[in-house]
């Protein structure tokens, strides 16, 4: 290009400067706000939730209304307020993923620690962790009740042994995370091996870890309320599976969203944790997400 039209170029365009400027245009679903796109998707299902019930193409005992679950979550929050029998049970869920979660995590890293860090535990305990992993877990929910009673003691069992895998496994990538050169690094200024460990493999792990708490608060939650819903007792599991029987659905929709609730703050809980420890890792995701 000649120097006239390298000006008559640039005077039309002004960004250009010699260079091919790529720019991608955003779909029109990804400009949506957040609270936007949030506040329609819940208008949408909950269109679509009253114009299954009011045309009566679902039966009201399978799918209760909108209106009527809302009348039970009504009564729900106030039962809990008043401190009725749903705060009681509420407060036995809380204590079990509480007591399953803490569990989880202290075992969790012990043993994601061990495999990542020694042939050992990546050669021998590993290959048994994946094995116990693929079974089905919520079977093992009549042997903890038969070894531990029906109290919150096999509840809180049942919920570790569900939480404890994503820990390890997270825990574990953690340790490999840490390159190469950093490794050398360290052994080039005669670090010791636990040295080693807590300034430069565990530091750098962080992220992986709290991506397993991410999960394991989620598995935990799954493995409390199972338990309750299989061995008796008390806890909001215990009220679904007496509510689910007498066929009281807007008692189980109500119950399942005010668990839900206790679940969003746990996992936020976490996210907080991770926000506040890993401070050198900043991010553009929704809270959510990390």
Do not use: C
């Not at 919520?138 to 003691?153: D, K, N, Y």
């Not at 950093?182 to 040295?195: D, H, N, P, V, Y």
């Not at 608060?217 to 338990?227: P, Q």
């Amino acid at each position: 290009m000649t120097d006239q039209g390298y000006t008559a170029a640039k005077a039309e365009h002004p960004a250009y400067e010699g260079d091919t400027i790529w720019t991608e245009q955003e779909p029109l679903i990804d400009r949506i706000p957040r609270w936007l796109a949030m506040t329609g998707l819940m208008v949408l299902i909950l269109g679509i939730w009253f114009g299954l019930t009011a045309t009566g193409l679902v039966s009201p005992i399978i799918l209760p209304g909108p209106g009527e679950t809302w009348d039970d979550i009504v009564f729900v929050g106030r039962n809990m307020v008043t401190g009725g029998y749903v705060l009681e049970a509420m407060w036995t869920t809380s204590r079990t993923v509480l007591y399953a979660f803490a569990l989880a995590t202290t075992l969790g890293f012990s043993l994601g620690v061990l495999v990542g860090e020694t042939k050992f535990g990546e050669r021998a305990v590993m290959p048994y962790l994946v094995a116990i992993d693929t079974m089905p877990k919520v079977a093992f929910a009549p042997l903890f009740i038969a070894w531990l009673g029906f109290g919150i003691s096999s509840k809180v069992a049942l919920a570790t042994f569900i939480a404890t895998f994503p820990i390890v496994v997270s825990t574990a990538a953690g340790l490999y995370a840490a390159s190469e050169n950093e490794r050398m690094l360290f052994k080039s200024i005669g670090a010791t091996r636990m040295q080693t460990l807590l300034r430069l493999k565990l530091p750098t792990g962080l992220p992986y870890f709290f991506t397993g708490l991410k999960i394991a608060a989620v598995g935990v939650m799954a493995g409390a309320i199972t338990g309750e819903f299989l061995g008796g007792g008390e806890g909001v599991g215990a009220l679904i599976r007496v509510s689910a029987s007498q066929l009281n659905t807007p008692r189980v929709f109500s119950l399942i969203i005010y668990l839900s609730f206790l679940g969003l703050a746990l996992f936020l809980m976490v996210v907080w944790l991770e926000r506040t420890l890993v401070f050198w890792r900043k991010s553009d995701k929704p809270s959510g997400m990390g």
